[in-house]
């Protein structure tokens, strides 16, 4: 068993359970999202309910009750051109640009205009019980909610809420001690730091309802009509938001009952190695490093000098290096280095002789090695980077090495202190245990909650209150968000006179 599953009653109530008609859209062509949410689907369909999925990563095989329309040939939601590391680091390590960057790889009405399978979709007569989504940035696929008239289910792949997702389900969302994800702060922040975080807040709560969610709008009254329901208030509607997080390991942070925490949803049990990489593992006397930028950064991209200085620091050392180069050759590299465009990530974290990951800190990856139990150097480049990675150093399971600091001497002084130093994967192995140790798996919490929505048609009754008070009624996370919460047409109220 991955994680410890109890609850027998469980099982029993699976096999008498009714079967549901369930409908996917998430088509952001980015695997990180997607593997969120794919073990999911393919659960639901294993256990009797039929599945209907739109995604552009086609699984090509038949299985039951799983209908996958693929929307890859349509997808424009592709990060554009920037893909090397210096490029990212330079553009997005702003934390306010990061937060608006992550509305680069949003979606248009283009993309379900000229989408047969998502335009055809519009019109079905199909019925469904239960809608399920992306609520990372792109909350167009709403409509799909408004038109079928059913409840949904939202996840975001980030271990943290945006603000506009914590504000829709009025999740508190205090500035002064939950950290934004663009910041990389932890929850414990100085002064100076919780005047940075609330303005990262505000901004990206005004960011998205000024320009994101009123761009949604007008393709929601184009393609269902005038009277269609309006997406502000489709969006407080969302029965149940899942959170790809864990309190184990990032900043713990209050939760409404709404939203359910499911990190390590992604994790399958280990698979065996290719031959050539497991016997590189096993024969290896010292132990093995796992290095990985992640699916977006390539390696090959790092400029000459950082290259040189992994490359250098790993011809110092006694370990051997697994290394996922995107280019043919590497030049220069020693003979502990083996190279490939793609490894087995999940598989290769299992083995017990890998003895460091080196990491952009990418949260699935990240996931992967905390549950695992090995330490992690990690370079964050963008996004929640940074803020995992500070998640890991603040547990003792690794440390962080910043992107403008890489050079030889440092490089390799911080491998040996990570390699030779045991308390790293003592502590490691520590947060691992924790990790692991929960009433149920992610995956059976993710499929519990599904069913519930239906089972209580939507289950209003989770929701606070809040929920449905105007933006003059509520009192805020700390009167910070209440004139934000508005829609643009209504002015706060004038306190003055
Ligand atoms: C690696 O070691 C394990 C455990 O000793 C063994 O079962 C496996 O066959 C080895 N694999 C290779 C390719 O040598």
Redesign the pocket.
Known sequence: MIFRVGAAFYLINLIFAEAYNILAVVPLSAKSHYAVVDPLLMRLAELGHDVTVYDPFPKNKKIPRYTEHDTSHCSVSEIPVILSIENLFSLLRNMYLGITGMFLYSVDEKMIMECTPLYELLNSTKKFDLFITSSFNADIFLIYANKFKIPFITYTSANKLFPWLADRMQNPQNPSYVPELTTGFLSNMTFVERVKNTSVYLFALFYYNFFVLTKYEKVNKHLLGASAKPLYDTIRNTSILFLNSHNSFSSVVPLVPTVVEIGGIHIKSPAALP?DI??FI?ESKHGVIYFCMGSLLRGDTFPEEKRDAFLYAFSQISQRVLWKWEGDLLPGKSDNVMIAKWMPQRDILAHPNVKLFISHGGLLGTTEAVYEGVPILGIPIFGDQRTNVRAIESNGAGELLDYNDITKEVVLEKIQRIINDPKYRENAKQLSDRYRDRPMSPLDTAVYWTEYVIRHKGAPHLKTAAVDLSCVEVDGNGGTSSILQSYPSQPPEDQES
């Open positions: 031959k497991e016997k096993n």
